[in-house]
Each structure stands twice: as C-alpha cells, then as structure tokens.
C-alpha cells in the first residue's frame, strides 16, 4: 500500500479533548475520528487493527468449540419487558419507536434473545452442550463518555453464551472459555490478569474479570506475583482460578492469604467479562430441554464477552512511547513501514519499488511512505503509527549497497543488504 494513495489523516498537535495515551494517539495516528459524543467513526488504519484482533478471536473461539453467528444490533422490547429487565435496564438501553409504534431497543447485550433463540430450536438433552457467539456494535448511553474507545458509547463487542445440561458441563464450558480468553490476549501481546469479579447488571454467580495491566487503568488489581510468570498452555484453569486475583471491588470480600511480599497492586482495565449465571435467563424465558429421564430441565448458561473495539485501546495504553504507538505483531495494520528517503531519486525509487513488490509477493503487509516529503517527517510518521518494522532506502546506503532496517519497539537498526533484509521480515 502506497502512502500517498492511503486514507491516513495524522495530526501533529494533541486535541485537547483526549485525556489518556490512547485516545490522544489514536486521534493523532488517524485510526479514528469522532462524529458524537462517545461514538467513533474507524479509519482504514483503525479499522484493520479491529479486523486482525477479530481474527485472532474467531481463531481462539473455534478452538474452544464456540460457534459463530450474527444476531440484529435491533431488539423488540417485548423480550426485555417480559422478564422485566427493560425497566431494571436504566437509562444506558437506548429505546425509540419504529415507524409502526413498535418499541425497539439498540441492543446493549444478547442474553434474552440468544436464550429465545436457542430455545426455539433445542428441546433436548442430546443437543447439548453448545456455545454460540457473535461479533456485532452495541450501544450503551454512558452519562460521561470519555477516553476515546475505552468508554465510547457505540462499541464493538465480542459476546458468547454457553448452554449446558448441569453444573459440571457448564463449569468445563466456563473453563474453556477463561482459558481461551488468556490465550487470546497472550497473542495479542498482552498479559491479562483474569481477576474475580462483582457481576454487574446481568448478573451471575461466577465471574471473571480479564484485566490488562496499565497505570491509566480506571480499575485496580490485586493479584499473586505467581501470575506473572503462569503458564497459560500447561496450567489449568483450576489451577489458575486458584492463585489469588481480584478487582478492587472484590479485593476485601474474598479471602486473601497471599503475603504481602507477593501481592502486587497495579491499575488496569478491563478487555473481557465471563459470567456463569445458571438458570437464571433459563427460568425467566422458559427455556427447558427434556432430560435423560424424561423431566424438564431448565438449561444452564454463561456469557462471555470481549471488548473489541476497547482492545485497541488497552492495546495502546500498554504499548507505547513518547514518539507514538507499539503495535505487537500480532494486531499491527500493516508489519513494515518501508520509508523512501528521496522519491524521485531514480536508484532510491527503483530499490523501493523492488522491496515493495516482493515482500507484498511473501505476504508481508506493507505501507510504502512514498511521499515527497521531508525524512524527518517521514520518521516521525512512521513512529507515530507505530508498525513493528521500519525499512529504510536512501542514497547513501544505496551507494554502499546497504538499506536500514529498525525494530520499533527496541529501536534497534541495523544496516543490510536488501536480499537479507528481505529474508529478515518474510522469514
């Protein structure tokens, strides 16, 4: 992809408006723009760090079992007024009438209406257990929205529910989804904490908070030092539910033998909330499956939910530096910055090019800043966006057969031929 070709309106000054790291960064490296208060429209650069961060979670979701779908972001108000929930909601639920004077709802979450669904079409043991999720923009009308992304009013939410027959399935549904979710993050170049947690308004007797650690963090962690060095693969979730980890507003209530020595205390905030709730949408809705013994029983459920759009956030609060964002690998918009330090310069131009066409050939995605423009402000750009590689082709390197290469989170370079350095960034 070609800079001067690119959507990528940067801004050299910090709006005054944004208050935390992220929310001044993404402003200012063009990943969004803000049409509303708390409402955010996402720039070619924003949007594919959402999509690589959704690929990273389908692929962690299909490995733990869950099945994939898409439910309407428009609810009827009906199923919220028949359990009572649409009063109990507050004023977060944003309500409105369609043009036949139906009340609709924009859905803050799927519980009620994934559970309709589900027992529509399952009235059987033998069709469990399942677990279902989607990936879809939600609504909740905060008061205050502030910090960007990370409190926004529209965001993009991970949200899955699990349905078994009793507590011993549903646990080992639960398990599978808190392991998935370190998994997930780990690869997001991340260390979550999973901390217990208060349930909140969609309530639950088993919860979870995953929490990335940053010192902006709205919330606060207390967590064994045990955790830093866990082993998600070869640790269970038992295991791992067992070391102590709470939010602050658990922190107190629970037991705590941890020595002071080991109990760190650190902000955070959070990227995902599992939940174990039981029967408890079951019985409000109705929704039974026949038993082995041929008695009805009400299906047990868990939620389990990721912030989408919010892990960008946290992401950049976690890796960044006073010239801009860290991408991990993982998620970056594109691996390699390759910056022409004299376009027009026909053996600069010509070397570029050639670099351009053959890592685009090996897959590496690549942004070529092809612009006249100064190389300072070509250096500043390509650090504010923060891509994990920078590739650098000027004249004097060229003369000694050399191009330079930079490692932007260490901000290591090195000096190589293109052939090797080609082989560096699509090994």
């Avoid at 790291?21 to 969004?32: E, K, N, T, Y």
């Avoid at 962690?221 to 866990?230: H, S």
């Avoid at 759009?309 to 998620?331: F, K, L, Q, T, Y």
């Avoid at 891509?387 to 370079?413: D, F, H, I, S, Y």
Wanted: hydrophobic share 40%; proline share 4%; aromatic share 8%.
């Amino acid at each position: 992809m070609r800079l001067s070709r690119y959507f990528l309106p940067t801004m050299k000054e910090t709006p005054a408006e944004a208050q935390v790291p992220s929310h001044r960064l993404m402003l200012r490296a063009g990943l969004v723009r803000q049409t509303a208060a708390g409402i955010y429209a996402w720039l070619p650069l924003g949007h594919r760090v959402l999509r690589n961060i959704e690929e990273i979670i389908r692929d962690e979701q299909a490995k733990a079992g869950a099945l994939e779908m898409l439910m309407p972001t428009l609810q009827l108000a009906d199923l919220w007024k028949s359990t009572g929930r649409y009063d109990a909601y507050g004023k977060e639920m944003l309500r409105f009438h369609d043009r036949h004077d139906r009340e609709m709802i924009y859905g803050p979450t799927n519980e009620l209406m994934i559970t309709d669904i589900f027992r529509s079409a399952v009235h059987s043991y033998r069709d469990l257990p399942r677990t279902l999720y989607h990936i879809q923009w939600k609504f909740r009308d905060e008061v205050r929205p502030r910090f960007g992304v990370l409190r926004g009013r529209e965001f993009l939410m991970k949200d899955g529910y699990s349905f078994d027959l009793d507590f011993a399935s549903a646990k080992k549904s639960y398990d599978a989804m808190y392991a998935s979710y370190l998994r997930t993050f780990r690869r997001m170049g991340l260390r979550a904490i999973a901390a217990r947690a208060e349930s909140g308004a969609i309530g639950g007797e088993l919860s979870h908070e995953f929490l990335v650690l940053a010192d902006t963090g709205e919330s606060r962690v207390f967590y064994d030092a045990a955790l830093d060095t866990l082993d998600v693969e070869s640790t269970s979730p038992a295991q791992m539910q067992a070391l102590y980890a709470a939010t602050d507003d658990m922190h107190g209530k629970l037991p705590c033998d941890v020595p002071a020595d080991r109990l760190v205390k650190s902000g955070a905030l959070e990227v995902g909330h599992i939940f174990y709730f039981g029967d408890h949408y079951s019985k409000l809705l109705g929704a039974n499956v026949m038993g082995p013994d041929g008695e009805s029983i009400p299906i047990l459920s868990g939620s389990y939910g990721i912030g989408v759009s919010r892990m960008v956030g946290a992401i950049i609060e976690a890796s960044h530096d006073e010239a801009g964002i860290v991408w991990p690998e993982a998620v970056a918009p594109f691996q390699v910055g390759l910056i022409n330090l004299k376009t027009g310069d026909e053996a600069c131009d010509g070397q570029a090019e050639d670099l351009l066409s053959k890592l685009t050939a090996q897959g590496v995605e690549t942004l070529y800043d092809d612009r006249d423009e100064r190389p300072g402000a070509k250096f500043a750009g390509m650090d504010l966006i923060g891509l994990p590689w920078q590739l650098v082709v000027g004249p004097r390197g060229l003369a000694r057969g050399v191009v330079e290469m930079k490692n932007r989170r260490t901000g290591e370079r090195q000096e190589l031929s293109p052939e090797s350095a080609m082989a560096r960034l699509s090994g």
